[in-house]
């Protein structure tokens, strides 16, 4: 139980770095598709058709969002709170 307490800090620290890794990638991930509506939106406004691209983005932020549910589930259930 002593070497639990110990480590509880660097688990806590190291549960919030992921967190904070999975929120930065989520954001970053939401930025690029808003982004890239908004240059496809302008293009077909100018009159020039884009290329279709056939990788989504969309899969890899649903991706992201999973893990950082799985985080944050098993950082509550080792605090012990329940939502």
């Known amino acids: 139980m002593a070497l639990f307490q110990s ?3 660097l688990i806590l620290l190291l549960a919030l770095a992921v967190i904070t890794l999975l929120a ?3 954001v970053r ?3 690029e598709l808003w982004a890239n ?3 496809i939106r302008a293009l077909e406004q100018a009159g020039v058709k884009p290329e279709t691209k056939s990788k989504s983005r969309a899969p ?5 969002s999973v893990l950082l ?3 944050l589930q098993i ?3 080792l605090l012990g ?3």
């Open 29 to 31: 991930l939401r930025l």
């Open 75 to 77: 950082v509550t259930g």
């Open 24 to 26: 930065v990638q989520m």
């Open 69 to 71: 549910l799985i985080v």
């Open 7 to 9: 480590t509880l800090p």
């Open 81 to 83: 709170v329940n939502f």
């Open 60 to 64: 890899e932020l649903m991706a992201w």
């Open 37 to 39: 509506r908004r240059v």
